[in-house]
């Protein structure tokens, strides 16, 4: 299982970090991913980081914004983000694939968190 957390209401302009721990997986050995999914637009990668935390990758649209990075010690994934816009609006869900390559393609994610709503005010 994957399970999200620290989403909610926020203004623009500012931070919120959200969580997604696993359990049932060997975490540890797993890429995982960050995906977005606002209303009526499809699935957004927006970060990916490998197994050993030492690479990762973004779209461009949240390049500088927002940072991910894991605790193979707790199986937990993270998502800091700031300088939040109201275009970030959307639902947050993590994901793990035993692949050794970065993805941020929701077509090689077999494993997906139920997802937690991020909303941005202006």
């Known amino acids: 299982d994957l399970v999200e957390s620290g989403g909610g209401l926020v203004q623009a302009g500012g931070s919120l970090r959200l969580s997604c721990v696993a359990s049932?997986?060997?975490?540890?050995?797993?890429?995982m991913g960050w995906f977005r999914q606002a209303p009526g637009k499809e699935r957004e990668g927006i970060s990916s980081?490998?197994?050993?935390?030492?690479?990762?990758v973004y779209a461009d649209s949240v390049k500088g914004r927002f940072t991910i990075s894991r605790d193979n010690a707790k199986n937990t994934l993270y998502l800091q983000m700031k300088d939040l816009k109201p275009e970030d609006t959307a639902v947050y869900y993590c994901a793990a694939h035993d692949w050794a390559r970065l993805s941020i393609s929701s077509a090689d994610y077999p494993f997906w968190g139920q997802g937690t709503q991020v909303a941005v005010s202006s």
């Open positions: 980081i490998n197994s050993d935390d030492d690479a990762t």
């Open positions: 049932g997986l060997p975490f540890k050995d797993y890429v």
